[in-house]
Antibody, heavy 117, light 113 residues
Framework: QLQLQESGPGLVKPSETLSLTCTVS??????????WGWIRQPPGKGLEWIGS???????YYNPSLKSRVTISVDTSKNQFSLKLSSVTAADTAVYYC?????????WGQGTLVTVSS | QSVLTQPPSVSGAPGQRVTISCTGS?????????VHWYQQLPGTAPKLLIY???NRPSGVPDRFSGSKSGTSASLAITGLQAEDEADYYC?????????????FGTGTKVTVL
């Protein structure tokens, strides 16, 4: 059974870079059938797609975040990572990683990242 | 900022049928892109409920059904149960000039009276 787990700091200072890693277990991140993505949810608000990556390194980003986002993959560790630069309080959210074929499924449990000094 | 619009809330008594609409446009649902639905129980991650407009993953009760027509989609819950109280989100793909964008609906809170 495929499982995803997010990890990384829960507190980031304004203007710094948010860094998270998603570890995939129970399956290979190098499967040719899937992309892997990041989605976030500010407290009490809806879901926002951040970006997706293929095991080859091909990426797609939300146009509204594209200038600040970098997603990378490490197939040797079965992990993919998110970097979001120049964060502000508006980037405070629960960050989820998920596998994407057409829908996003499954999802990790999510990790809350708070942007505050 | 969501390009898919859902009603903020719907409610129903146990056993009743409720529907949730998801209204898009010609650059997403109306362009033929599939709609998927997710259920988010309080304090948990979203879970796939319906994929490809009307298909249920294994383990999802047949009380949940999805449909799509034109620039809109709908999720129906028949025989509403207390455990269905959750937030529901639709999701599709948008092909505007700015590029690839996987979009979610604004979300609907279902309350079981």
């Amino acid at each position: 059974q495929l499982q995803l787990q997010e990890s990384g700091p829960g507190l980031v200072k304004p203007s710094e870079t948010l860094s998270l890693t998603c570890t995939v277990s129970g399956g290979s991140i190098s499967s040719s059938s899937y992309y892997w993505g990041w989605i976030r949810q500010p407290p009490g608000k809806g879901l926002e797609w951040i970006g997706s990556i293929y095991y080859s390194g091909s990426t797609y980003y939300n146009p509204s975040l594209k200038s600040r986002v970098t997603i990378s993959v490490d197939t040797s560790k079965n992990q993919f990572s998110l970097k979001l630069s120049s964060v502000t309080a508006a980037d405070t959210a629960v960050y989820y990683c998920a596998r994407r074929q057409a829908p996003f499924d499954p999802w990790g449990q999510g990790t809350l990242v708070t942007v505050s000094s | 900022q969501s390009v898919l619009t859902q009603p903020p809330s719907v409610s129903g008594a146990p056993g009743q049928r409720v529907t949730i609409s998801c209204t898009g446009s010609s650059s997403n649902i109306g362009a033929g892109y599939d709609v998927h639905w997710y259920q988010q129980l309080p304090g948990t991650a979203p879970k796939l409920l319906i994929y490809g407009n009307s298909n249920r993953p294994s383990g999802v009760p047949d009380r949940f059904s999805g449909s799509k027509s034109g620039t809109s989609a709908s999720l129906a819950i028949t025989g509403l149960q207390a455990e269905d109280e959750a937030d529901y989100y639709c999701q599709s793909y948008d092909s505007s000039l700015s590029g690839h964008n996987y979009v979610f609906g604004t979300g609907t809170k279902v309350t079981v009276l």
